[in-house]
């Protein structure tokens, strides 16, 4: 039986292919997709271009990168001709489209096509070898998996290889149900986790005991922002934004039978090491 492609299955839901047409696969160290997806920025990062890219493209298949050669349907956009990127105004008030502006020539006019809502952010496909070539004609990838609706995060692998920004851990905690999985490992354990503020570098080192664990805690985290921290408290207060630079990883697993006291020690030897009290934001 033949592997279901991403075109094959774009033409179940009425699209139709044309010469010339685009698929892009976005990845950059500089501009993190997940940071222009939480931004609202991905759209208008991708209508700046340096190279005249959708010359002559109809149609953009448009994803982003996953980890490996894997990436995620981000929409199918139509293009309505470009403009000189200085030529008109800012769309938004974020620094990088200023940089975007001044350091590209061409600005295209891409409007997202309606009656995929369905697949975007839920298909996943393997771009395959050659993840550099970002930009290629529009070809049949094969697709790899149909995530459920409201899943975004793949799906869960070992407890020391993963971090998960603020946005990741509040779509787990909505759609609990269809990230499963993670929920269920993350309950099984005790452990000493690890958040970084990536605003300014800045590391807490918590603890997570109990009936459900690490989830248990990082739930509350997934609620309120803080947890009921005190000094995560006023930072929030001082700034309502301030929880969407956190990005949450786990230093240490720990099974649920350890006592309380066991646990706190491990917390307070990451905390010397890592020096999250005198330089981060633990306090005690």
Not at 36 to 44: D, K, N, P, V
Not at 79 to 97: A, F, I
Not at 98 to 124: C, K, P
Request: aromatic fraction near 12%; hydrophobic fraction near 40%.
């Amino acid at each position: 039986m033949k592997d279901l492609g991403i075109l094959d299955l774009l033409g179940l839901a009425g699209f139709k292919a044309t010469p010339g047409d685009r698929i892009v696969r976005h990845q950059h160290a500089k501009y993190p997709v997940m940071e222009l997806l939480r931004e609202g920025l991905l759209e208008t990062y991708q209508a700046y271009q340096s190279k005249p890219v959708f010359h002559g493209a109809k149609h953009v298949v448009s994803l982003y990168g996953l980890d490996g050669t894997r990436a995620r349907l981000f929409g199918i956009f139509t293009t309505n001709g470009w403009r000189d990127s200085k030529d008109g105004p800012l769309l938004t008030k974020h620094p990088w489209e200023a940089e975007w502006r001044n350091d590209t020539r061409f600005f295209y006019q891409l409007e997202r096509l309606s009656g995929f809502e369905h697949l975007e952010h839920r298909v996943i496909l393997d771009w395959g070898r050659g993840v550099l070539a970002w930009c290629q004609r529009l070809a049949n990838k094969p697709v790899l998996e149909i995530t459920a609706p409201g899943r975004q995060l793949p799906p869960f692998r070992d407890y020391l290889e993963f971090a998960v920004t603020y946005d990741e851990l509040v779509e787990l905690y909505r759609n609990e149900e269809v990230h499963r999985e993670w929920r269920s490992r993350l309950s099984a354990v005790a452990g000493v986790y690890l958040i970084l503020a990536e605003t300014k570098g800045e590391l807490y080192v918590g603890s997570a005991t109990g009936v459900e664990g690490i989830w248990g805690r990082w739930r509350q985290y997934a609620k309120t922002g803080h947890a009921d921290n005190e000094l995560l408290k006023a930072l929030i207060a001082s700034d309502g934004d301030y929880p969407k630079k956190f990005r949450f990883s786990i230093l240490q697993i720990l099974p649920k039978s350890i006592s309380r006291e066991d646990v706190v020690g491990r917390e307070a030897l990451f905390k010397q090491k890592l020096g999250s009290r005198a330089h981060g934001l633990n306090r005690n």
